[in-house]
């Protein structure tokens, strides 16, 4: 166990009470913790399992207004994305970047009595969107943006101007719109960031990953991982940002027992992860952001040198982790293949695939993409009170954290004396406007090559300097295998610094490893062989680490052990 779990533990040992326990360590929980802990309040963050591991780890990666929510008529909501993601620009300019988005368009008149049937209540399936339609909805998000206006306005292109930019397109596209959103690198690093912050900036609060809140009788305690003891904790107010699992922890945590009704609609994203070179080339640094055949809206775009693609929308009864099923990756595939016929796809390019439960607001609404975006909070008065995030997405975490904040103080009768609009969050701190000046910062204060320069400045910001002194001290020349640019120095300061209790924290959620395809046996092995050092961990705790990541990756992301060894293969040919 490390240094900071354990004081944690004694911490929390000596003293149970809390103003507030927040419930979930995803991305609402942990901004609705830090807002919190920003206040002065003493609060306590308990995940079951990793740090934005559940649903936060499955988002489509994109920072974004919701242009197609104004055909719901969810004008707050579009304006509430749209400043929240201009703030991410501002505040994590190190992992949230502006997003050419590229719409192509088939016809002229098309939806647009559909649209506005949708804005006035409609709850059916849209049909297909003409330049009309498309022409009104990117007038109305210029609107919105145009006080303090980040990003260019839309832009609208002929046939000919389209096939120009874009020439692998499909022949049937009559037009093309263009409007600038924004994307995240790594979410999961993100959210990690505000945790790692706000144990710095309010060091009252406590947040642990892999630990259980219970209830026993009238007891509140604490099951945390690699420990055999209950710790009592005495929470004045509990915050429910268990995602879909919202109605379930109601009813474990409350003494009111099981919500008279359901509170939250689960449906399921899934995406996938190409290496597909002339995809990635054809789509010109823009994301494609187009209607299937069946009307539901789908994305293209470049990602870590590869493309992400997605996504389902299908509606489920019960949480649970969810995998993206071979009829999903074939939907996804065959959508692709609607916008670029002549390119060739195939389901031999996924280096990975995710999927997750969105928990969006009860709805009965038959068509999921009529389901709102929008985030509510719930109120349970049971003893103590709970209040339950429900909904929400990436792009408004911070507000909604802060909305639930508001709630916790007006409880509480204490005043907000701190707000979060205008905080940078981790490597953003102190980020030089160009962002291509910190690699070179970093390649001249430091002994490194431009390659791995612009990896650390891309994955940790200003962070990178930090990383870089710890390197000082430890011996930075082994690098993680011979196509990388990761070091075994950097894999030591992500254990040391970030929470990390798992192989699979490393591989999925602390690195890209995983998601870009460059994981392979060799790496593994080598990452299990320093955490196993770092760890103290015994030959058995090896294996069951190493089958525990290999069965993971195979169940729920695509990856085999088959794909693992080719990968080894085919680093050996090009060495």
């Not at 959103?181 to 959210?191: H, V, Y």
């Not at 058995?540 to 085999?560: F, K, N, P």
């Amino acid at each position: 166990m490390s240094t900071f779990r354990e004081d944690a533990l004694r911490r929390i040992r000596q003293d149970g009470d809390f103003d507030a326990v927040v419930v979930g360590g995803g991305i609402n929980g942990i901004a609705a913790y830090r807002d919190l802990a920003l206040q002065g309040l003493r609060v306590l963050l308990v995940e079951r399992d990793d740090f934005a591991s559940g649903c936060s780890a499955a988002p489509s990666r994109m920072i974004h207004g919701g242009l197609r929510y104004l055909e719901n008529g969810e004008f707050n909501l579009v304006r509430e994305s749209l400043a929240e993601r201009d703030a991410l620009l501002r505040l994590a300019p190190h992992m949230v970047h502006p997003l050419a988005t590229t719409i192509p368009i088939h016809s002229i008149f098309s939806g647009f009595f559909n649209a506005a049937a949708t804005f006035f209540g409609s709850v059916g399936k849209p049909s297909s969107r003409g330049a009309l339609a498309i022409k009104a909805g990117l007038s109305l998000y210029d609107l919105v943006t145009r006080k303090n206006r980040l990003l260019p306005r839309h832009q609208f292109r002929n046939a000919r101007s389209t096939r120009a930019l874009w020439p692998a397109l499909t022949s049937q596209v009559r037009y093309s719109a263009t409007y600038y959103d924004a994307w995240i690198s790594q979410p999961e690093r993100l959210a990690l960031e505000l945790v790692l912050d706000t144990r710095s900036d309010a060091p009252q609060a406590i947040a642990l990953n892999y630990t259980k809140l219970l209830r026993i009788g009238d007891s509140y305690q604490l099951s945390a991982e690699g420990s055999n003891e209950l710790i009592v904790v005495r929470p004045r107010m509990i915050v429910n940002a268990t995602g879909a699992w919202i109605d379930q922890t109601i009813t474990a945590l409350s003494d009111g027992g099981a919500p008279a009704e359901k509170t939250v609609t689960g449906t399921k994203g899934s995406h996938l992860i190409l290496a597909n070179d002339a995809l990635y080339q054809a789509l010109n640094g823009h994301m494609i952001f187009f209607e299937n055949t069946d009307n539901r809206v789908c994305i293209l775009f470049p990602y870590l040198g590869r493309v992400l693609a997605g996504s389902t929308d299908i509606k489920v009864d019960k949480p649970g982790r969810t995998r993206c099923e071979p009829e999903e990756r074939d939907y996804i595939l065959a959508a692709i293949r609607t916008v670029f016929p002549d390119l060739a796809i195939a389901a031999s390019d996924i280096v990975f695939s995710f999927s997750g439960i969105r928990p969006l607001p009860r709805s009965d609404a038959e068509f999921t993409g009529k389901i709102s975006r929008s985030h509510v909070i719930h109120r349970v008065e049971s003893d103590p009170p709970q209040l339950c995030m429900v909904g929400g997405k990436w792009t408004t975490f911070r507000a909604f954290g802060e909305q639930v904040t508001d709630e916790v103080l007006a409880f509480l009768g204490r005043p907000r004396i701190a707000t979060t609009a205008d905080r940078p969050i981790g490597g953003g701190r102190n980020y030089p406007a160009d962002g291509e000046r910190l690699s070179a910062l970093l390649s001249r204060e430091f002994p490194i090559g431009k390659a791995r320069a612009d990896h650390l400045a891309s994955t940790y910001g200003s962070r990178a300097f930090d990383l870089m002194a710890f390197c000082d001290a430890h011996p930075d020349d082994v690098p993680l295998s011979s196509t990388s640019v990761m070091t075994l120095a950097e894999i030591l300061w992500l254990m040391r610094g970030e929470d990390v209790q798992h192989l699979a924290d490393i591989v999925l959620r602390r690195t890209s490893l995983a998601i870009t395809g460059q994981i392979d046996l060799e790496i593994l092995d080598t990452l299990l062989t320093v955490m196993a050092r770092e760890l103290a961990w015994s030959g058995e705790q090896m294996l069951a680490e190493r089958r525990q990541l290999i069965d993971e990756l195979g169940t729920y992301y695509g990856v085999s052990v088959a794909m693992l060894q080719d990968r080894c293969k085919e680093k050996d040919k090009a060495s």
